[in-house]
């Protein structure tokens, strides 16, 4: 009987402290961090084309088109300061962005009373020079709601990277006057998968 | 005081910055029943403010929610000043319950541990967790039968 036992206690062998099949060391070989600049991190807020001029936030009238965000244009750099950082060591990653939801007037979206402006409304551009010119206004691409696979951030980064933005907003005609709000994020992935 | 004015607003200009890492960045297990596999993954935060840090782990196993995965802790303060010599350890764990599918055979897992800072801009770093799910090993189930039945046959005889 003592064969079949040891057998059984084999086969039926559990393990019941975890296995531990990983264990990092403090010096990793493959790591990566993301960092947002100061200006990003605050949000971006659109505004008028004083505001523009001047890098301040001022109601924007219905009907306009290509409002810049406030930080679009520094007024004495003219460079863009929302950009993002990656530094990656032996590692290759996407970085994607998008907006949780529509722009809109109320919390969440909720309530009869919330108005919407659609979120392709507001459009993007990239570039890995920041001057008066790049990102530019002609390569913006609209947003959708969710993170776009189509159009990333940066696909396949091997070496670390800043990747400079610029955002413009059209408001719709008959807007009615409210502050509307999404919540923008940027997320990092290994490269070969969807955001 | 001109310059000590101005070192006072570039340090409070540098500390709206928000920076997060992660490493290792893309894991390979293999799962197997009566196993739980834990994962260490580490969270490093190089900027000169502390951050408040959700984290999250979502498992799919053949365009299905995988329910066996777990993360703890699911929210972290990471410390300000933090790289990857002195990070913040985050634990994943994933189980394969006996009856959880496969039951027989193999099965591929893929979960992604996300960790967001929640800003006006949210600011998320993924890591992948590509695995195996393998079910009970058929030959080993027969053995077990074969000697359960032995055991119960041995038993009447003997009484």
Known sequence: ?195 | MIARLLIFLLIIHLAEAAVIGIFPVNETIHVKPFKNYRLEFYLFNPSTRDENVSIDLKCKSNGEDYQHANVFPKEITLPAKTDITNPKMVLVEIKKPIFAKPIFGEKNVNCRLSATIEDKTSLIVTAQINGKLVGINPFKLMVLLFLFSIAMIAIILSS
């Open chain 1, 1 to 195: 009987m003592l064969p079949f036992f040891i057998i059984l206690v084999l086969l039926l062998r559990t393990n019941t402290s975890a296995d531990l099949v990983m264990n990092s060391s403090l010096t990793p070989q493959y790591f990566y961090f993301v960092q947002t600049s100061d200006e990003l991190s605050r949000g971006i807020f659109f505004t008028n084309s004083t505001g523009s001029l001047e890098n301040k936030q001022y109601p924007l009238i219905s009907g306009t088109k290509n409002n810049n965000a406030v930080w679009n244009y520094n007024r004495t750099s003219q460079k863009t300061e929302y950009w993002v950082y990656v530094y990656l060591q032996n590692t290759e990653i996407n970085l994607c962005h998008g907006a949780v939801n529509h722009l809109c007037s109320n919390p969440n979206c909720s309530g009869d009373d919330n108005y919407i402006i659609p979120i392709d409304n507001a459009k993007w551009s990239k570039s890995y020079v920041n001057d008066q010119y790049n990102p530019s206004l002609s390569d913006a691409v609209p947003f959708v709601i969710g993170f776009d696979n189509n159009n990333k951030l940066a696909s396949g980064l091997r070496e670390p990277a800043t990747i400079y933005l610029r955002y413009w907003l059209d408001v719709p005609p008959n807007s009615p006057p409210y502050a509307y709000n999404t919540t923008y994020q940027i997320m990092a992935v290994v490269s070969g998968y969807d955001c």
